[in-house]
């Protein structure tokens, strides 16, 4: 078996694994089915990257998260390792291909949205794949009492029986006790083997500041602080509000979300990663799979939903292990609100029903038809349609994912996409009895080359009329027609969310919705939100440990950097400061009598207030008294 330092050091570069790394790859490699839990940017991809390459065979990796996935199969190209990936909006003949070529070819890494698991194109082809490691990421995501529960995760059991004597590891950054037990149940480990790095980060302080002015405080923050910061919001609209506010203030700050376009969402990125703008304001949707070592600071201006989700995005400050800011800005009425929010966030049953018809209406599916039919999804245009309120289709859309009925994926980027059917016989003969498009096929296949015929090929039509001196849009015009005419397949570029119906569309009057499981996932998101209030509004202890409590890990170690601690580690100094003031003070009263004023001037202007509090105490306690003089005199000798 090839030697995991060798691999570490031939792939990426490193010397010496990460703590903890080293001995999860080991337990994968003795075959043992092993869950680890390794804070965000703890580099969990190289717990199962290492030991499938040292491994004979292909790696299963199932993520729900698209852009992540994209983003690993590329870091993994750029390593000269094989990697493909299969997810909603990919067509039909493009996913036959990669799962062909994961059957016969020398990929070592398949990637997976979990919906995909129990298609009849992947169930088919696992059956004759070669696959020596199945690697669950985000697999808080299988638990019901996990933040995150996706229904699709529980088919990962079922596989695990078509593939037996095949080791699992189940990745997660956040899961409680409960969720880690639910991990290991769910995916058939024959024993606990859990490996889990302390939650605690000891170069990241964590305060809850309480205001009525969120952005005045911001300010005032990012003013006294350097260093690249990430400011959560909420709301869309919140991202270009607070970004134009931090401009206004000369602070560089670029908006994002999931609703701009790929172009303005990676430029937004693109200059945050680069330095060129300091500050990013996003909604959750930012964050995953940016590996950005040097954040300072993470202030949240609302309530995360959950102490999971704070958790990891808090993170993403400091993972250079310098010291860095995780800040919440808290007003009065935001645990109150987070509630409220929850309950908007669980919409009734009929509510629900009517969006899904409204689904079916709108991309004209027929009962018992759809399955895993992907669509781009506008929730603006939906909404408008129907007369429905955005928010409350989103919340509804959400409950039918926990159900298993759909997947509504953030807009990711895809390239524009060729594939050319036709063999070289038929494509010659049409090219001869079709001239006005013969340069932009010769033109594909001198740029492309021969790799057309046999898979789906990123273009670009900017490039493409470039060379042909032709307008962009008529090269998008007769692409569309060739593929029309099926000489070749033309999958354009998007980057729209994407709706994906992972059951056949059902009558919406009979749908099975589980209503005893909606009321326990709405219990248990009243029961994170209440958990996020307790956390802000307690002033008493730690908030590393409070963290850690929440995850399972008791400590009595303070962490000494959060906004507790330092207040603690203040008072200290102070009753520091004064009892040595106090001892100064009747040394000085000893040598002769002073009027109170006198005292007072024979210490530092700065520490005025507390040499006259400090009279008042030792008077009430008998150790200075008055002489008739109004001279202050000390009444015992012993300090």
Same mark, same amino acid.
């Given at each position: 078996m090839p030697d995991i330092h060798h691999i570490l050091k031939t792939y990426w570069g490193y010397?010496?694994?990460?703590?903890?790394?080293?001995?999860?790859?080991?337990?994968?490699?003795?075959?043992?089915?092993?869950?680890?839990?390794?804070?965000?940017?703890?580099?969990?991809?190289?717990?199962?990257?290492?030991?499938?390459?040292?491994?004979?065979?292909?790696?299963?990796?199932i993520t729900p998260l698209i852009a992540l996935m994209k983003d690993q199969v590329e870091?993994?190209?750029?390593?000269?390792?094989?990697?493909?990936?299969?997810?909603?909006?990919?067509?039909?003949?493009?996913?036959?291909?990669?799962?062909?070529?994961?059957?016969?070819?020398?990929?070592?890494?398949?990637?997976?949205?979990?919906?995909?698991?129990?298609?009849?194109?992947?169930?088919?082809?696992?059956?004759?794949m070669k696959v020596s490691l199945l690697a669950v990421d985000e697999a808080h995501c299988i638990s019901q009492w996990g933040y995150d529960f996706r229904p699709p995760y529980l088919q990962l059991a079922e596989l695990r029986e078509k593939l037996p004597g095949v080791p699992v590891i189940a990745l997660t950054a956040t899961a409680t006790e409960k969720v880690k037990q639910d991990i290991q149940k769910k995916l058939l480990f024959p024993k606990p083997n859990v490996f889990q790095k302390s939650f605690a980060r000891a170069n990241l302080s964590y305060s809850c500041l309480y205001t009525?002015?969120?952005?005045?405080? &911001?300010? %005032?923050? /990012?003013?006294?602080?350097?260093?690249?910061?990430?400011?959560?919001? @909420?709301?869309? =609209?919140?991202t270009v509000e607070i970004a134009k506010l931090l401009q206004q203030h000369r602070i560089a700050a670029a908006a994002?979300?999931?609703?701009?376009?790929?172009?303005?969402?990676?430029?937004?990125?693109?200059?945050?990663?680069?330095?060129?703008?300091?500050?990013?304001?996003?909604?959750?949707?930012?964050?995953?799979?940016?590996?950005?070592?040097?954040?300072?600071?993470?202030?949240?201006?609302? &309530?995360? %939903?959950? /102490?999971?989700?704070?958790?990891?995005?808090?993170?993403?400050?400091? @993972?250079?292990? =310098?010291?860095?800011?995780?800040?919440?800005l808290c007003a009065p009425n935001d645990a109150a609100a987070l509630l409220q929010k929850v309950a908007e966030a669980h919409p009734p049953v009929e509510f629900i029903r009517r969006v899904y018809q409204c689904l079916a209406n709108y991309y004209q599916l027929a009962v018992g038809s759809g399955l895993m039919s992907s669509f781009d999804f506008d929730l603006a245009a939906f909404s408008k349609t129907y007369k429905l309120q955005a928010l409350e289709v989103h919340h509804a859309i959400k409950r039918l994912e926990q159900e298993g009925y759909l997947q509504l994926n953030e807009g990711y980027y895809t390239p524009s996409r060729v594939f050319i059917t036709t063999d070289?016989?038929?494509?010659?003969?049409?090219?001869?009895?079709?001239?006005?498009?013969?340069?932009?096929?010769?033109?594909?296949?001198?740029?492309?080359?021969?790799?057309?015929?046999?898979?789906?090929?990123?273009?670009?039509?900017?490039?493409?009329?470039?060379?042909?001196?032709?307008?962009?849009?008529?090269?998008?015009?007769?692409?569309?027609?060739?593929?029309?005419?099926?000489?070749?397949?033309?999958?354009?570029?998007?980057?729209?969310?994407?709706?994906?119906?992972?059951?056949?569309?059902?009558?919406?009057?009979?749908?099975?919705?589980?209503?005893?499981?909606?009321?326990?996932?709405?219990?248990?998101?009243?029961?994170?939100?209440?958990?996020?209030?307790?956390?802000v509004a307690t002033t008493d202890r730690c908030r590393t440990q409070l963290l850690l409590a929440y995850f399972g890990e008791i400590s009595d170690t303070r962490c000494r950097i959060c906004d507790y601690c330092l207040a603690e580690r203040k008072k200290e100094r102070e009753t520091e400061q004064q009892e040595k003031l106090r001892k100064e003070l009747l040394v000085v009263a000893q040598q002769k009598p002073y009027l109170p004023k006198e005292l007072v001037q024979r210490f530092e202007p700065k520490h005025a207030d507390t040499i006259t509090q400090l009279i008042r105490e030792l008077l009430d306690l008998g150790r200075l008294k008055y002489k008739e003089s109004g001279r202050l005199v000390v009444e015992s000798q012993n300090p």
């Open positions: 010397d010496q694994f990460r703590p903890l790394q080293e001995d999860i790859i080991r337990s994968v490699l003795a075959g043992q089915d092993t869950l680890a839990l390794l804070p965000t940017g703890g580099g969990k991809s190289i717990c199962f990257q290492v030991p499938a390459l040292a491994l004979d065979g292909l790696c299963l990796v870091q993994l190209h750029k390593r000269g390792i094989a990697a493909v990936a299969v997810y909603s909006g990919m067509h039909r003949r493009e996913i036959d291909i990669v799962l062909d070529n994961c059957v016969y070819g020398n990929v070592r890494f398949l990637y997976l949205s979990p919906e995909r698991l129990l298609t009849d194109l992947f169930q088919e082809r696992v059956k004759r009525e002015n969120k952005t005045g405080r &911001l300010l %005032e923050i /990012l003013q006294r602080m350097s260093g690249q910061s990430i400011v959560y919001v @909420r709301s869309r =609209r919140q994002y979300h999931a609703g701009l376009k790929f172009e303005e969402r990676s430029q937004a990125q693109q200059l945050w990663i680069s330095d060129k703008v300091r500050v990013i304001v996003a909604t959750n949707a930012f964050g995953m799979g940016i590996d950005k070592p040097d954040v300072r600071l993470v202030v949240h201006l609302d &309530l995360p %939903e959950s /102490l999971e989700a704070y958790y990891q995005e808090a993170g993403r400050a400091g @993972r250079d292990e =310098r010291y860095a800011y995780a800040v919440i070289n016989t038929a494509l010659y003969d049409f090219q001869l009895a079709n001239p006005a498009h013969d340069a932009l096929i010769r033109m594909i296949l001198r740029m492309y080359g021969g790799e057309v015929f046999t898979n789906f090929i990123k273009i670009s039509e900017h490039r493409l009329a470039q060379q042909l001196q032709e307008p962009e849009a008529e090269v998008r015009q007769k692409l569309a027609y060739l593929h029309k005419l099926q000489v070749l397949m033309y999958e354009p570029q998007h980057d729209a969310p994407q709706l994906v119906f992972t059951a056949p569309r059902q009558d919406s009057g009979t749908l099975n919705l589980d209503i005893k499981r909606l009321k326990t996932l709405r219990e248990q998101a009243q029961h994170q939100a209440k958990e996020m209030g307790r956390y």
